[in-house]
């Protein structure tokens, strides 16, 4: 395996590329005569404030590369001529900005001439589904993160793009490509572990489909981040957001509201369910108040940047830095137990060792620890927080009445734990025991996990820049990635005084360990701990290089590699059956994945392509000793070693796999307000590290409810086509309409296997068992801001079939997973909407610098089962809606901007249903919050998670100069 490292890096440096995302555009015109239309030669172009340019050839051709995306001023100069400036050229990753100059000799000067840059909203080079969202667009918007431009755009649902499963989004980070390879475990979107502080971003560009040769593993989705560099003069911003203005502010923007206290209310009694007929209302049970209570947060961020001192005499001009951060602080939420805090922190230095080199180091930290609301958990508790604050049961003799007390600081009662205390002639609720015994206990969310989640980042780019049409860049990365969770020790079981520690799951083991769950009627937790422990660690190793060359005025070629080493260690523990029965998944593994591409990019008058062929390479055995699978699941071993872990029968290394992926976009610009294009491409994702290792070993089996990797899985795959027609009406209002079809394969999903040689234990096998196909329609009108207004709608509509929604469902288990099924993620109808207003310069000082940001989005309804139904996804949701409103004003004070800004969250206050409790409950009564009916008490649980969060006001400032 070493040998074969070394090969593929030999095989790297003869290349002499490699596989990256650009994060980059460029910058094509021709200069001519003013008078005479004769192209000029030798003028030099340059982007003024940068050492970026070129010199015109004979036809009068130029060509900049690698520019940055942002705004620049452009120049053209020649001796003999006067000199033209351009303003406001905007430039965006991957796509082409034409600007054209027309020179007058000095003859005829009337001093240096300056033109505004149009900024066309036809993109000609624009192949697929691709938006672009500059940082002031991002700063502009209530939303909470980067990941909701992506979710407010068409083909978009939630985390799933295009029909897609969330997994199959990536997300680079300059170009350089930020997974975590177990992410499985972690939930991330598209294993993305990470945070970006907002101000860090200089723009992000969603792609839908399409996607050329530089992408690799990858499906439906890519978000692409490009950071911002440090600027030549000094810069900044301080920025504070909170959702907290004291009780008597929120009550009189809001009003006094219904707020969940509790758990469950008894309202209404049915005697017969299959008839829905009610006999009695009851109110005994009421858990609603009027108090305000609602998600309090405070949202800190923080930029500079600008050149280092003195540095310009080292370097062939001053080195430049940008930092920033972002801290979270969340205190309460609408259900308790939802605290959270999170601290984001980036930075990049960037300067140039000599003319024609450049070197940017740059570093991403982010940590978060959160807690989480969990329903059966919330009705036994201290008072205040919970409905009921004690809970008693009897022993089997009826001798003992057991009391378990509910109390803010268990630790406070070490001494009286447990103790038990005669009882002579006394009775409690009219029952004489011999003894009782008492247990004082933490409210029942105080046991549950305590999620924790950390990564860095670290990487560099290193230009060069070989002439102005041909350049080259190495990238190396470094991303760790550590998710965990577990049980605090609330009550000090040990004696330590530490209540913050982890309880120790291993019972071999001195430490706290935990106390099997307990249930009042199967549902509700009366006490005991939260069954599990995972940790997890990831490193991923990226090694880049490419080349890019304008080698003709009509073909831009580009090829390159990217080398992937990834490497995952695992400690992941549940004890369902009670701590001295864990099922235990814990593995150390690596992988190799390997990427090498060539495109090329052909501009001619009447026809724009993008032709490309890119090759894969994945070992799932990685760099150390080769992972093992046994030849038969169902018999797959039958002896154990000396340390009790199984010895596999016949066991099977895998083999790497490879893969060929062609790519083609194709524009035709029809007219000049007119485009037409066409895509067409192959895409692989090789397997989450959670399916190819998951207790691969077969440790420690249970019964039932077995999960085991499977090392031999294929790279799931995705054919892909999409058509679509762009229209410029105006040169501020563009309409396009796109058809996309998408074929998926080798999907993961689990068979079962019965273990009949090991007393018929039952385990689930990953397999490549799903196929999937989606067809889609997508409709967008957009109209710049202009004249005080502009705005951007699309509307989707998307037909999303496979045999299972998720790798739980089970492949071939029913008659349902052996047909295609409506996925759980088809929204049929989408709609997503902006409207920006803001004030023009020319009114008064009272009016002026005012803006809104108006944010709808509409769905249909997602699938779900209806009750007794043999066919999944047979119903429908109610239909979802939403507002969001930002409004701010700019201030100018002289040495800075002062913006002070409010945003209102679901401005209507629509009570949108997210999930439903039980299907069956939903279709007798019309209540998607009924999780459960207890046909004997006549209790009905209901869950306040099934509804979108309520109305919410967050009001913010920030000081930038």
């Known amino acids: 395996m070493r040998k074969f490292i070394v090969a593929i890096v030999v095989l790297i440096c003869i290349t002499g590329s490699m596989s990256w995302a650009s994060t980059a555009g460029k910058i094509v015109g021709t200069v001519t005569d003013a008078d005479t239309g004769q192209p000029l030669a030798g003028v030099n172009v340059f982007l003024e404030g940068t050492t970026m340019g070129a010199a015109t050839d004979e036809s009068g051709f130029y060509v900049i590369l690698n520019v940055p995306p942002g705004e620049y001023t452009i120049r053209s100069s020649m001796i003999g001529y006067a000199p033209v400036t351009v303003q406001g050229v905007q430039v965006s990753m991957g796509l082409t ?85 177990a992410g499985q475990y972690s939930g991330d979107l598209g294993g993305f572990t990470a945070n970006i502080p907002e101000q860090s971003i200089q723009e992000l560009e969603v792609t839908l489909g399409g996607f050329s040769a ?42 006094e509201r219904d707020t969940w206290l509790g758990t469950y209310d008894v309202h209404t009694r049915y005697d017969s369910l299959a008839g829905g007929g009610v006999d009695t209302v009851h109110v005994d049970s009421l858990l609603y108040g009027t108090q305000y209570q609602h998600k309090l947060e405070q949202l800190y961020q923080f ?115 447990g103790v038990i205390t005669p009882v002579s002639l006394d009775s409690v609720n009219g029952t004489v025991y011999d003894k009782i015994q008492e247990y004082y206990v933490g409210g029942m969310q105080d046991y549950l996990w305590n999620y924790a989640k950390m990564s860095n980042n670290m990487y560099l780019v290193w230009t060069h820049t070989l002439s102005s049409k ?120 690596s992988t190799i994945d390997l990427g090498i591409y060539a495109q090329d990019k052909m501009e001619f008058e009447g026809l724009i392509a993008l032709i490309g062929l890119r090759y894969d390479y994945f070992n799932p055995n990685g760099w150390g000793d080769p992972i093992y699978y046994p030849s038969n699941f169902e018999e797959p071993f039958s002896t154990l070693d000396s340390l009790g872990t199984p010895v596999l029968n016949d066991p099977i290394s895998p083999d790497p796999h490879h893969q060929l992926s062609p790519r083609l976009g194709i524009s035709h610009p029809i007219t000049d ?88 234990t039952e385990v689930r096998i990953f397999q490549n068992a799903d196929y999937a196909n989606i067809k889609g329609l997508e409709f967008a009108l957009q109209k710049r801001l202009n004249d005080g207004w502009g705005f951007t709608a699309n509307y989707t509509f998307s037909v999303a079939k496979g045999r299972s929604t998720s790798y739980t469902e089970g492949a071939g288990e029913y008659d349902s ?98 999930w439903i409790g039980s299907a069956r409950y939903y279709e007798l009564y019309d209540d998607p919050s009924i999780t459960r009916y207890n046909e004997l008490s006549g209790e009905m649980t209901r869950s306040p998670q099934v509804y979108s969060n309520e109305r919410q006001f967050r009001f913010g400032m920030s000081v930038q100069f």
Do not use: C
């Open 97 to 181: 900005s034409t600007i054209d100059f027309q020179m007058t000799t000095e003859a005829l000067r009337t001093g240096e001439v300056v033109v505004v840059a149009e900024r066309p909203l036809l993109k000609k080079d624009e192949f697929t589904s691709r938006h672009s969202v500059s940082s002031e667009d991002i700063t502009m918007q209530p939303i909470e993160n980067f990941r909701d431009i992506a979710r407010n755009q068409a083909g978009v649902v939630g985390n799933n793009f295009r029909g897609g499963r969330s997994g199959e989004v990536l997300v680079l980070v300059d170009g350089i490509p930020v997974r975590d390879p």
């Open 214 to 255: 530089e992408y690799g593993n990858v499906q439906s989705g890519v978000l692409n981040l490009a950071m911002k560099e440090g600027s030549s003069k000094l810069k900044g911003l301080f920025k504070v957001t909170t959702t907290s203005l004291g009780s008597a502010v929120n009550e009189a923007l809001m009003g």
């Open 817 to 914: 997973a052996k047909r295609m099924n409506i996925l759980g993620y088809d929204q049929t109808h989408t709609v997503n909407a902006t409207l920006t207003l803001a004030s023009s310069e020319k009114f008064n000082t009272l009016l002026r610098n005012w803006r809104a940001n108006l944010l709808f989005k509409y769905g249909s309804g997602l699938p779900y089962t209806s009750y007794n139904s043999s066919v999944p996804n047979d119903a429908r949701m109610p239909w979802t809606a939403n507002f969001d409103l930002r409004i701010n004003r700019t201030f100018d004070v002289g040495f800075a901007d002062l913006q002070v800004f409010m945003d209102i969250f679901n401005l209507m206050n629509r009570q949108n249903v997210d």
């Open 303 to 417: 930029s500079l940047s600008g050149p280092i001192p003195f540095t310009e005499k080292i370097f062939n001009g001053p080195a430049t830095f940008f930092v920033s951060a972002d801290v979270t602080d969340r205190s309460q939420s609408y259900m308790i137990n939802q605290n959270s805090y999170s601290n984001n922190f980036q930075g990049k230095l960037t300067f140039k060792p000599t003319k024609n080199t450049k070197l940017a180091f740059g570093g991403l930290y982010s940590s978060s620890e959160w807690d989480q609301f969990y329903l059966p958990a919330s009705k036994y508790g201290p008072e205040g927080d919970y409905p009921v604050q004690q809970y008693q049961y009897t022993e089997a003799d009826d001798s003992m009445l057991v009391i378990y007390n509910y109390v803010e600081n268990p630790d406070e009662f070490g001494d009286e734990q």
């Open 470 to 589: 041909t350049y080259y860049e190495l990238r190396f990365q470094n991303f760790f990635s550590q998710y965990h969770y577990a049980t605090p020790d609330v009550d000090d079981r040990d004696g330590d005084g530490d209540t913050e520690e982890d309880l120790e799951w291993d019972v071999s083991k001195e430490g706290p360990h935990p106390i099997y769950r307990e249930r009042e009627d199967n549902y509700w937790w009366i006490r005991g701990d939260d069954p599990g422990y995972r940790h997890q660690e990831s490193v991923s190793r990226t090694l880049k290089g490419d080349i890019v060359s304008q080698v003709t005025r009509n073909h831009l070629i580009k090829t390159g590699f990217e080398l992937n080493l990834h490497e995952s260690d695992l400690e992941n523990i549940s004890w369902t059956l009670g701590p001295s029965f864990p099922r235990k998944d814990m593995w150390n593994e």
């Open 673 to 760: 307000r007119t485009v037409l294009h066409f895509t067409y491409g192959h895409y692989f994702q090789r397997p989450d590290a959670y399916f190819l290792y998951r207790n691969h070993t077969y440790t420690g089996l249970t019964k039932a409810g077995n999960w085991v990797g499977n090392p031999n899985l294929k790279p799931e795959k995705t054919v892909a086509y999409d058509i679509g027609l762009e229209h410029l009406f105006t040169p501020d209002l563009k309409a396009s309409v796109t058809g996309y079809v998408k074929d998926v394969t080798n999907l993961v999903d689990n068979y079962k296997f019965i273990l009949r040689k090991l007393q018929g």
